[in-house]
Every structure is written in C-alpha cells, then in structure tokens.
C-alpha cells in the first residue's frame, strides 16, 4: 500500500527557498503514478493546486506562483521534491503531497488523470523572520 | 483560469438525512471533477472523480452528478463520520483549480 510522508523545514525565512521532499513507501516512485503533485493549504482557507510532475518528465505549475517553483523527481531514493523560492509570509501554509495512485488502466487514467487519491500528512511550513 | 464555486458554505444536516452539495464551474470542465472530503487536521480524501466515480473504498452513500458546469455530491445518509468540510476540483484544465469549500456541520 502507497504512502507518502512530506519533510523539510517548518520555518523559512522570507525571500529564502522553501524545499520540501516528499518519500514514497510501500511501493516504487516509478511506478506509483503517472504524475507526482504538490498542494497547499493556507491556515483556515482552501486548498491551492502547487505544480505537477508528470511521468513523462513534464512539470506544470500554477502561474499564480509564476517563476518560484520546481517540482523534481529522484528516483534512487523514492522520494519527489518542490523548492519554491523568495518566499513571503503569503507562502505559509500546510504543504501536501499527493498522487493518484489506484489507477492501472488506460480508461482509468483518462477518467481521474488530475485527481488524487493518495496523499501526504501534510507539513506545516511558516514563513516568518 | 477556471473558477469553481462551491454552495452552500456551511450546510447544517441532522444525522441520518441527505446532504446535497453544489459544485459550479466558471465554464465547462466537461467530466473532469472531482470531490474531496476534509476533516480537521488531516489531509483531504478523494471521493469522487470523473464527476460520478466512486473512488476505491468510499460507501456507497456517496454518489456524484453533473457535467459541463454544474455537479453535485450528494451523501444519501449521513453518519457521524461525515461531518467535514467537502472540496470540488476541476482538472479539465491547468491550473487545476478548486472550489472554496462546503462545510457539512451537525444540525
């Protein structure tokens, strides 16, 4: 069974790079989903889509965060990473990890391709000096 | 980017009766949608995709409609263990986008 565990600093200084990695368990990153994402969720509000990196090697990011951010694989150690960089207080937020992880079909993907069923704890990263 | 708009923000139900929740999409995102479920502290929990797709081990209480603009989650029974706030999320299109939230609260 997948699980996925977030870990990195809880405290970043403002214009300093947030870098958060997500490991993989239970299973081979490879081949645990077609796209590794990243979600976040400020204190009391929403949830906001981060970036996705697909299989294919394609990242995605939402241009809300413009240029700051980078989604990575690495596979020798089963883990996937975000680096999101000159942060501000506005970056505070629980930080997700997330998969889709149940599919194994063709028509499965193409059903659900963007949702996500397997995710992290979460980790709580504030911005602050 | 595609805005959604989830109603009500907060529903009040009594233990036991149906819950109807409501999803908008600023335009189409054909069947691409999904619902999750979020309970204090912990991370959301994927219920529903393509619209009506149960995801693997949700009950069966739990059912979802809709397509182009308008979808809708609806609990048929709610149990104790419903109570939680319920996200949709469009992936038709990036960013992928989700609504504002509805929290099903105990009446």
């Known amino acids: 069974q997948l699980q996925l565990q977030e870990s990195g600093p809880g405290l970043v200084k403002p214009s300093e790079t947030l870098s958060l990695t997500c490991t993989v368990s239970?299973?081979?990153?490879?081949?645990?989903?077609?796209?590794w994402g990243w979600i976040r969720q400020p204190p009391g509000k929403g949830l906001e889509w981060v970036g996705s990196?697909?299989?294919?090697?394609?990242?995605y990011y939402n241009s809300s965060l413009k240029s700051r951010v980078t989604i990575s694989l690495d596979t020798s150690k089963n883990q996937f990473s975000l680096k999101l960089n000159s942060v501000t207080a506005a970056d505070t937020a629980v930080y997700y990890c997330?998969?889709?992880?149940?599919?194994?079909?063709?028509?499965?993907?193409?059903?659900?391709?963007?949702?996500?069923?397997?995710w992290g704890q979460g980790t709580m990263v504030i911005v602050s000096s | 980017e595609i805005v959604m708009t989830q109603s009500p923000a907060t529903l009040s139900v009594s233990p036991g009766d149906r819950a109807t929740l409501s999803c908008r999409a600023s335009?189409?995102?054909?069947?691409?949608l999904a619902w999750y479920q979020q309970k204090p502290g912990q991370a959301p929990r994927l219920l529903m995709y393509?619209?009506?797709t149960r995801a693997p081990g949700i009950p069966a209480r739990f059912s979802g409609s809709g397509s182009g603009t308008e979808f809708t989650l609806t609990i048929s029974s709610l149990q104790s263990e419903d109570f939680a706030v319920y996200y949709c999320?469009?992936?038709?299109?990036?960013?992928?986008?989700f609504g504002q939230g509805t929290k099903v609260e105990i009446k």
């Open positions: 997330a998969i889709l992880g149940h599919c194994s079909s063709a028509s499965c993907y193409a059903l659900a391709s963007g949702a996500f069923d397997i």
């Open positions: 239970g299973g081979s990153i490879s081949s645990s989903s077609n796209y």
């Open positions: 990196l697909y299989y294919s090697g394609s990242t």
């Open positions: 335009q189409s995102v054909s069947s691409n």
């Open positions: 393509g619209a009506s």
């Open positions: 999320q469009q992936y038709s299109n990036r960013p992928l986008t």
